[in-house]
């Protein structure tokens, strides 16, 4: 009997060390604003072949796709990638875009739905001012960028996902600021 149990802790204890390497190993391997970044700054796509600069765009774009909500934002309001994005051509921004938006969007449906109706509620009221500010400031000026089918592809895609993904309590909240982006839009 006592063989087995000494068997049962060796078995348990190997169990435990298999399983904290993977969790080391996931750790070192998931991911950061920080490593991408790094990954940015490594991995230049200036002067590299149409061969070298996808792979470069793909790993960077699974990268992003594999940060966490809260990261991500965190490495958008940073404007991070902004320096890569802007030394791609038009067809990689596009491709870069096609792999990145789609996650992108899903996560900030999600975060939407989880958000308190109280939260939800201060982010509109947040975003109609500042939508109305914005408004105000161009007159009748057209918003910069309205024309580039980059800024086309984020509407898009962002209104698909919003129609898609959020839940009925969470469209209902952010009506007005489909509203508001109307008057804006009709403005023009």
Not at 3 to 19: D, M, N, R, S, T
Not at 45 to 55: A, N
Not at 58 to 79: F, H, K, V
Not at 100 to 110: A, D, I, R, S, V
Request: proline share 6%.
């Amino acid at each position: 009997m006592r063989h087995f149990w000494i068997k049962a802790v060796l078995l348990l204890a190997a169990v435990w060390l298999v399983a904290g390497g993977i969790m080391m190993w996931a750790r070192r391997v998931k991911p950061s604003p920080e490593s991408v970044s790094r990954y940015i700054e490594t991995n230049p796509v200036e002067g590299r072949s149409p061969t070298e600069r996808r792979e470069i765009i793909d790993n960077l774009a699974t990268q992003i796709n594999r940060l966490g909500y809260e990261e991500r934002r965190e490495t958008r309001m940073e404007r991070r990638p902004d320096k890569f994005f802007k030394n791609l051509t038009p067809e990689e921004q596009a491709h870069f875009l096609d792999r990145t938006l789609p996650e992108g969007f899903k996560q900030m449906m999600t975060a939407f739905n989880n958000m308190t109706p109280e939260k939800r509620r201060k982010l509109v009221q947040r975003t109609i001012e500042d939508l109305r500010r914005d408004r105000e400031q161009l007159g009748d000026e057209a918003p910069p960028g309205l024309d580039d089918p980059n800024v086309q592809k984020i509407v898009v895609e962002g209104l698909k996902s919003f129609y898609s993904e959020a839940s009925a309590e969470t469209k209902m909240d952010f009506a007005p600021i489909i509203e508001e982006l109307q008057k804006n839009m009709q403005s023009r």
